[in-house]
């Protein structure tokens, strides 16, 4: 469940006014301060994009854990996104790495250095399959 008194608490730890984090979450002050109040949730992109610019996980946020410390993943800096992707592409693979289901095997969540080689498989089927889409001819029904 969402816990408003954390937003609150790491704004102002971030010294950001509810006008200054609403601006780079692309939504309104009335909406932060709805969030924060408590009288509304934030759709996952918006906490998504809230804990990306406090620096905190949105597992955080919604008091799935009390650390607050963002989950290392796979960063798209270090990715070979192709020349082609546009920016939906670039949304849905980070949409993707986002995913927090644990990555197991036979029923046994895998250790890090598996997890990175299994994240690397993924994302080269991600972009293959992409590719595929964008040069499926368009139906003329």
């Known amino acids: 469940m969402f816990k408003p008194e954390r937003l609150v608490e790491w704004r102002k730890k971030k010294k950001l006014t509810q006008e200054q984090l609403a601006l780079r979450v692309k939504t309104t002050k009335g909406t932060i301060s709805n969030y924060e109040n408590g009288h509304s949730t934030p759709p996952h992109e918006t906490l998504v994009a809230i804990a990306d610019v406090?620096?905190?996980s949105t597992d955080y946020l919604l008091g799935r854990t009390d650390d607050p410390t963002p989950p290392q993943q796979p960063s798209?800096?270090?990715t070979n996104i192709p020349s082609w992707a546009t920016k939906k592409d670039i949304r849905d693979f980070?949409?993707?790495l986002e995913e927090d289901a644990p990555v197991?095997?036979?029923g046994v969540p895998l250790d890090e250095e598996d997890r990175e080689?299994?994240?690397k498989v993924m994302e080269a089927i991600f972009w293959d399959a992409k590719k595929k889409n964008k040069r499926?001819?368009?139906?003329e029904n």
Not at 136 to 139: A, K, N, Y
């Open 94 to 96: 980070k949409r993707m």
């Open 117 to 119: 080689k299994v994240l």
């Open 76 to 78: 798209t800096s270090r």
């Open 104 to 106: 197991m095997f036979d």
């Open 54 to 56: 406090l620096g905190i």
């Open 136 to 139: 499926r001819p368009v139906d």
